[in-house]
């Protein structure tokens, strides 16, 4: 059995972020919809199973990363993927999300 969100060592931030994933040396756009240090949820257009590799480019603030990732789980055109980080790409990751779970500024009525 694949391990899935019920196997996470951590909670995943909501995001909405047009990035890339590569499957056979081919460079496909994706949308991230949730992340964190550990992984993220995509959606894409093409059929993968859990166990596939693929390598996830994201683009955040003007820096381009790229992941290894392994796909855990699938459900219609939504992949789970799991990847491991150096703290360079950890500290990225978390720089993203904290940007995501800011609250909107509101100003103050005088």
Do not use: H
């Amino acid at each position: 059995m694949a391990s899935g969100f019920k196997d996470r060592k951590s909670a995943r931030s909501k995001v909405s972020l047009e990035g890339f994933y590569s499957f056979s040396n081919q460079w496909i756009p994706c949308t991230l919809q949730d992340i964190s240090v550990e992984g993220a949820g995509l959606k894409i257009n093409q059929i993968l199973v859990p166990g596939d590799s693929i390598r996830l480019k994201i683009l955040f603030r003007n820096e381009e990363r790229t992941f290894e990732a392994t796909v855990v789980n699938v459900n219609g055109t939504r992949i789970g993927v799991s990847f491991a980080v150096d703290p360079l790409m950890e500290d990225f990751l978390k720089s993203m999300i904290l940007a995501y779970q800011r609250p909107p500024n509101f100003k103050r009525s005088s």
